[in-house]
């Protein structure tokens, strides 16, 4: 069995015990795809829910991975490739640069530019009466109003959805420059919500609008990809919160992955980001005029396993994935 570093914690340290979300079960218990509604009132009350000092005060979810995680894993299928284009929400002129002017990092301060500014942004939920703080990217979608994020970062594994969850894109600081949107369906996969298998740590949220416009709309969308070639050279963001960082700008990681060499399917790069990162975007590719990249995974885990700890690692998007986010953007 692996035994995995919750990315918030700030000792080399495993937290114990699991947390029941405030949802009861979820919506299609029998389906390859766990789904969440959530009504008009609640989502009204999230936006509301969120005050500045909240934000400020919200763990690092990776608190919520702890060793009941370590659980039989399923093989990852692999089905034909698949690449979405993404779109962007304004003129090409109104983007600085794209992602291939970035080098290899094992993690430090974004000062570049691109849509990866506007399109990733912080995730806030409340699950088992805490509150917490992810990362995520704006997706493209035939809804135009998805969110990518980990699968820890909106259901228990195993358990219960999150409630109150938002998504801020471009966060800076505890600005919201784009508004709030907060989510009204919530997707992850049967295999991490019904096991915490994390293989499978991802999940999507739709979310309504703000102003009358989509989140597309508002600040474009990343393309996704499935079942592409493993080892490829990609770029991680997120918002890490412990130290070194502080929660409040975004952050990013280079550089060639490779397949986790302790058993499961991820893959791995050496990058330095921590809590509050999961769930922010890895990119296998991108549009240099636009800034628009090919989103292939999300940040993870880290191992406590001496020699690994240097390592992020993100879920392969399979089949299983493709499925899932089939499902979420219609």
């Known amino acids: 069995m692996k035994r995995l570093l919750s990315l918030g914690a700030v000792t080399l340290a495993l937290l114990t015990g699991s ?46 991975l702890s060793d009941q995680l370590a659980a039989p894993l399923e093989d990852v299928a ?13 003129p090409i002129a109104d983007v600085i640069g ?14 570049g ?28 979608a035939a809804n135009e109003s998805l969110v990518q994020t980990a699968g820890h970062c ?38 991490w919500a019904e096991s915490g298998d994390i293989n499978y740590d991802v999940g999507y949220a739709k979310v309504g609008t703000v102003g009358g416009a989509t989140l597309t709309d508002t600040v474009g969308a990343q393309g996704v990809g499935f079942n592409q ?24 990681c280079s550089g060639q992955v490779a397949t986790d060499p302790l058993g499961t399917d991820s893959q791995g790069m050496v990058c330095n980001m921590t809590g509050g990162s999961s769930g922010g975007p890895w990119f296998i590719d991108d549009d240099e005029a636009s800034g628009i990249g090919t989103l292939n995974s999300v940040n993870s885990f880290k191992y406590t396993v001496p020699g690994f700890g240097d390592r992020m690692y993100g879920p392969y998007f399979g089949s299983v994935v493709q499925s899932l986010y ?3 953007q219609n």
């Open 19 to 64: 947390l029941t979300g405030a949802h009861g079960a979820p919506t299609d218990p029998a389906g390859p795809v766990q789904r969440q509604a959530v009504d008009q009132s609640a989502q009204a009350a999230a936006v509301e829910y969120w005050t500045p000092d909240r934000m400020r005060a919200a763990l690092p979810a990776e608190a919520l």
């Open 78 to 90: 692999k089905g034909a490739p698949q690449k979405i284009a993404g779109r962007q929400a304004g």
């Open 98 to 111: 794209g992602l291939r002017e970035l080098l290899a990092s094992s993690g430090e301060l974004y000062t």
């Open 113 to 140: 530019g691109g849509e990866v500014v506007k399109t990733t942004g912080k995730v806030f939920f409340t699950l088992g009466g805490a509150d917490y703080v992810c990362s995520g990217s704006s997706t493209v």
């Open 154 to 191: 909106l259901n228990a594994g195993p358990g219960d959805f999150a409630t109150n969850f938002i998504f801020v894109p471009q966060y800076d600081n505890g600005s919201a420059p784009f508004g709030e949107f907060a989510a009204t369906e919530l997707y992850t996969t049967q295999q």
């Open 229 to 252: 070639p493993r080892g490829e050279a990609m770029h991680a963001f997120g918002y890490p919160a412990a130290s070194p960082y502080n929660g409040q700008e975004l952050a990013w």
């Open 326 to 328: 089939t499902a979420a």
